[in-house]
């Protein structure tokens, strides 16, 4: 799946940014209760196209990526540690970051179950975690899941319920589910 992602990494931030507009800064800060003097955790955050605009917010971003092409456009980005490494097997202690994202990405772990395990293993007590991710049940979203099976991109979209049903299984607590933009729902847990 890094390959597709090698592939147009180096038009992914233009291309996002003219089907959806410059990412919403403010909207980040509120969710992630931004600032915080800790650490964020980007789980499959390829190029930091959100998180590289929060390094202000935060005592640093860490970009964890399976594609060496999306972290090297992310590089350009300034002061982000880059990772590439599989998210279900993060290479950092526990309890070692105040926040993750995993922003559009859940969608392409492999291992998803293990890949949320990991972020809460990593994640302090009161931290928190958002996900952002399509919505399956919608048609829209039913389009772009059989556009990423006709290329072979291996995603798996998984159901509101499976996504609340794996951060409990974590011992998290769900927050809230909002409304995201673009089909898609916002996951709120704090560990």
């Not at 980040?28 to 196209?49: F, I």
């Amino acid at each position: 799946m890094s390959f597709h992602f090698d592939l147009f990494s180096k038009g992914y931030d233009q291309f996002l940014g003219s089907v959806l507009g410059p990412p919403d800064i403010p909207y980040w800060r509120a969710v992630l209760r931004l600032p915080v003097k800790g650490r964020l955790l980007d789980a499959g955050g390829g190029t930091g196209r959100i998180s590289a605009a929060l390094c202000p917010d935060v005592g640093q971003v860490v970009i964890v990526d399976h594609s060496q092409g999306m972290l090297r456009q992310a590089r350009k980005k300034g002061n982000l540690e880059l990772v590439c490494a599989d998210v279900a097997r993060l290479p950092f202690v526990d309890v070692s970051f105040e926040r993750a994202l995993i922003i559009d990405a859940l969608h392409h772990f492999r291992r998803q179950k293990e890949g949320i395990a990991e972020v809460a293993r990593v994640l302090a007590p009161g931290g928190m975690l958002v996900i952002e991710e399509f919505d399956i049940r919608r048609w829209g979203t039913r389009a772009i899941a059989l556009l990423e099976k006709i290329v072979l991109m291996g995603s798996r979209f998984p159901s509101p319920e499976e996504i609340q049903h794996m951060l409990r299984e974590e011992g998290l607590s769900l927050l809230e589910i909002r409304k995201g933009k673009w089909n898609s729902l916002l996951f709120i847990a704090e560990k």
